[in-house]
């Protein structure tokens, strides 16, 4: 499906999707098919949502979302990898 026939089919609504054609033009990602994988009664329980499928498929691209959006538009942002507390690390 296209986002417009997401969000026709689920109107009003928290979902959890995948994208499953997707690219990128600059810092957005452009997803050019979705599929809807759940609805969620809200966005607290689609966030928690994502975060299990998330920890089970790590290698699918999930995201929440809520159709009110026009436009589904996903900025991507830089990983900078771990971060480390000094304090964390073992002295010697």
Request: charge should be positive; proline fraction near 4%.
């Amino acid at each position: 499906m296209i986002w417009a026939e997401i969000r026709k089919t689920y109107p009003e609504q928290w979902l959890v999707i995948e994208a499953l054609e997707a690219h990128t033009e600059g810092q957005r990602r452009l997803i050019d098919k979705i599929a809807a994988l759940e609805t969620c009664a809200d966005g607290a329980a689609a966030m928690r949502r994502y975060r299990e499928l998330h920890r089970q498929f790590p290698q699918r691209e999930l995201y929440f979302v809520h159709t009110r959006r026009e436009v589904l538009e996903i900025l991507e942002r830089p990983w900078s990898g771990i971060r480390r507390n000094n304090a964390a690390q073992p002295s010697g």
